[in-house]
């Protein structure tokens, strides 16, 4: 069984919400729960979950324990966790992660390279 929900997103579950009209360019650095709507370049570092929604469009390198890709990323992606490629989800760069998902008629092209997980996880 998988943790990837292809329903909506209830808002109400994030500390931080990036929204739709937002455009940010820089780096992000955050460690409860993010909600990326908007349009992101950069870096992006993190503790915790990320989740790019549907419409999101980001243009970075992401480090973070878990990510949720719904919209459209370029660049690497390394997580501590897992990575999870929805069927809306486009990536365009490598993935790192010792459990990556993806589901039917996601669009990836990249390397994928799963790593083990620590004596702790």
């Known amino acids: 069984m998988t943790d990837v929900h292809s329903d909506s997103i209830e808002v109400d579950n994030y500390d931080t919400i ?3 009209d937002i455009d940010f360019s820089g ?3 955050f460690e409860k729960p993010f ?3 908007g349009k992101v370049s950069g870096k992006i570092n993190s503790g915790g979950l990320l989740v ?3 419409e999101a469009v980001v243009r970075a390198d ?3 324990s878990r990510v949720i890709i719904r919209g459209y990323v370029k660049g690497d992606v390394t997580a501590s966790e897992k990575v999870e490629l ?3 989800g486009k990536l365009e760069g490598n993935v790192t992660a010792p459990e990556i998902f993806m589901e039917t008629g996601c669009s990836f092209n990249g390397r994928c390279t799963m790593t083990g997980r ?3 996880q």
């Open 27 to 29: 780096t992000l650095n």
């Open 118 to 120: 620590t004596a702790d």
């Open 62 to 64: 992401i480090h973070t």
């Open 52 to 54: 790019i929604d549907e």
């Open 18 to 20: 990036l929204s739709p």
């Open 35 to 37: 909600l990326i709507q």
């Open 86 to 88: 929805t069927v809306t």
